[in-house]
């Protein structure tokens, strides 16, 4: 099983970068998909997640609005499309899978398997 996030990259502030999260050994659609990032000397926080059941979405409140978790219709892949990029966005971005409950879909602990992360850098 494997998650590789890519899509990451350096951005101007206002800028846009989408970041994808392919699957190999399991089926993304049967599975809860998260974003988490990481900032340097911060701990991992949740962004967004798209549910296996009903495909609903999910926002931390500094995205809403700006931010876009979305499965591809064919394929094993979800996407984060980011747009009017901060310099607070600046982080590791991760993709993770699985089955969180309402309560922990925004905690790490909802999610069994974890991508190695894509590094997002935002200038001012």
């Known amino acids: 099983v494997q998650l590789q996030a890519s899509g990451g990259g350096l951005v101007k502030t206002g800028g846009s970068l989408r970041l994808s999260c392919a699957a190999s050994?399991?089926?993304?659609?049967?599975?809860?998909v998260g974003w988490f990032r990481q900032a340097p000397g911060k701990e991992r926080e949740f962004v967004a997640s798209?549910?296996?059941?009903?495909?609903?979405?999910d926002y931390e409140q500094a995205v809403k609005g700006r931010f876009t978790i979305s499965r591809a219709n064919a394929g094993n892949t979800v996407y984060l499309q980011m747009n009017t990029l901060k310099p607070e966005d600046t982080a590791v971005y991760y993709c993770a899978a699985g089955r969180p409950t309402s309560n922990s879909r925004e905690r790490r602990e909802g999610y069994r398997y974890w991508g190695q992360g894509t590094l997002v850098t935002v200038s001012s």
């Open positions: 798209i549910t296996w059941n009903s495909g609903s979405t």
């Open positions: 050994g399991l089926t993304l659609r049967v599975y809860t």
